[in-house]
């Protein structure tokens, strides 16, 4: 499961066997994590964050999306 991305204590990666699901990514933090899908960015699994956590999560997939993306295409070959 390669690790993207690290903000602060938010680890950004996803599964290699995420290949047939739409773009998205996970994020954790302890034991959360979150699901999110990249293209458009939307929440699907908030996996025990609370809201603030979200929100700043979801903060940090925006000013990112276009290296989560590219590293989703890169990985699995899209």
């Known amino acids: 499961m390669p690790t993207v991305l690290r903000i602060g204590s938010f ?15 996970h994020v954790e933090n302890g034991d ?5 899908w990249l293209d ?5 699994n908030s996996g025990g964050f ?8 979801l903060s940090i997939i925006f000013e990112h999306q276009k290296e989560l993306l590219e590293a989703w ?6």
Do not use: C, M, W
């Open 50 to 57: 609370n809201r603030s956590e979200i929100n700043k999560i």
């Open 11 to 25: 680890r950004f990666f996803f599964y290699s066997g995420d290949r047939t699901e739409p773009i998205h990514i």
């Open 40 to 44: 458009p960015i939307r929440l699907q």
């Open 32 to 36: 959360n994590i979150a699901k999110v």
């Open 73 to 78: 295409n890169e990985y699995f070959g899209n």
